[in-house]
């Protein structure tokens, strides 16, 4: 049972809360704390109906009036809020493709992860925004591998709830001989197999590559590739193992390593909010010791924290 942190709000009414927005925008001081409290208490098609509402009132946009009064973290999370999920997406992406560098972890992040269906909408929702084909941006901006297996991902093309037991071993063996062989042509096959097959019939493989290499499909992938060929292809695995588990993960990684990558926090923390963000929270908390709550608190100061907690939704046995 895959659960969210933000909920749709009860008794909810666009036009009040696009009014106490707009009051809270026009002030003097821009009153951050309501902003706050309306827009991580509402679900996203909520906060795109109070945009509705907002321009309807103010013949304004929400998002850059949003832009304009708020700096730093605190705007990324407030805006990064009102766009829907795909355009969501595809903003990310944009900008981890059209940097000045380009963010190679973003797109792990979010072709590792996302359906057939959820990617068909993000292109669509580049193609809009941005008039740019997805697939020509990844292929123009990456290299190697690992602009292969992205372009495979990127197609939205794997199998759906399909599992046939008799052709795991023998897919299980062809991974294996890509990890002992290297070739470009065993590498194409790894990620064929990786990218296009379903989430089912991945796990029955995974088995069959333990009992034929006796180790596990992450280790052999850690031995035998290096960059971030490897690290898409880690992804996949355990995004087919368990999403929450590898979003902890990476949201570990955001906020220990090299001190706090907000971008990553930020991306993962709107993108999940209404999926499996409590979920993730749970894995963090088994695996790490600490909770979630606690760690970004130790680590964002200010509105940006508080923001970043009320999506978190963390309790107070969470401090």
Known sequence: QTQGTIFPAPNFNPIMDAQLLGGALQGISCEKDVLIDILTQRCNSQRLMIAEAYRDMYGRDLITDLKENLSHHFKEVMV????????YDAHELWHALKGVDTEENCLIDILASRSNMEIFQMKEAYLMQYSNDLQQDIDSETSGHFRDTLMNLAQGTRMEGYADPSTAAQDAMILWEACQRETGEHKNMLQMILCNK?????????????????????????????????????????????????????????????????????????????????????????????????????????????????????????Y
Not at 81 to 87: G, Q
Request: net charge negative; aromatic share 14%; charged share 20%.
């Open 198 to 318: 379903s989430y089912q019939q991945l796990w029955m493989v995974f088995q069959e590559f333990q009992n034929i290499s006796g180790q596990d499909i992450v280790d052999a992938i850690n031995e035998c590739y290096d960059g971030y060929f490897q690290e898409l292809l880690v992804a996949i695995v355990l995004c087919v193992r368990d999403k929450p588990s590898y979003f902890a993960y990476r949201l570990y990684n955001a906020i220990h390593d090299l001190g706090f990558h907000n971008k990553t926090v930020i991306r993962i923390l709107i993108a999940r909010s209404e999926i499996d963000l409590m979920n993730i929270r749970q894995r963090y908390k088994e695996r790490y010791g600490k909770s979630l709550f606690h760690d970004i608190k130790h680590f964002a100061s200010g509105h940006y924290e508080s923001a970043l907690l009320a999506i978190c939704a963390g309790d107070a046995e969470d």
């Open 80 to 87: 990064g809020l009102m766009y829907p999920p795909a355009s």
